[in-house]
């Protein structure tokens, strides 16, 4: 099952797109700017929801739990919400770690990409000084 849910955070607008397969959810977060009217929500998924859904189906994947479909008298869901509420083990929804997970393992690759980026340049420097200075040797 496929869901998006777009909401202000702010600054902007953000849209979540969660993929639910096996059990298991997988989440992409995407920034969205001003508010999007319906017509422009749908452009933005005609043109890159392909790319969002690759995006959401690379992210690593979190353990969903399975709701109950018995009613529960209100008084005690009460009772479990503030019981719930009280303990602060788990941080957030399955969403919202699947975003947490993938924030994460793009932080990574970025570090990578600007460690390599940065090599790149010093080492790229270093060539320019080296011909710098052999051209300065043969003026002598």
Known sequence: MVSLSVYFESPF???????????????????????????ELYEFL???????????????AVPVETARERRVNPKRAAKL???????????????????RLELESTKG???VN????ERALAEHRREVARRKRIERRRDR
């Open 46 to 60: 005609m043109r890159h929801g392909v790319a969002l859904l690759e995006r959401a189906e690379a992210a690593p």
């Open 109 to 111: 690759q970025a570090r």
């Open 13 to 39: 607008w953000v849209g979540v797109l969660e993929i639910v397969e096996d059990g298991e959810l997988r989440a992409t977060r995407f920034v969205l700017g001003s508010e999007p009217t319906d017509p």
């Open 81 to 99: 919400a503030a019981r719930a509420a009280a303990r602060v083990t788990r941080r957030g929804t399955a969403a919202q770690e699947a975003l």
């Open 114 to 117: 600007r460690r390599e980026r």
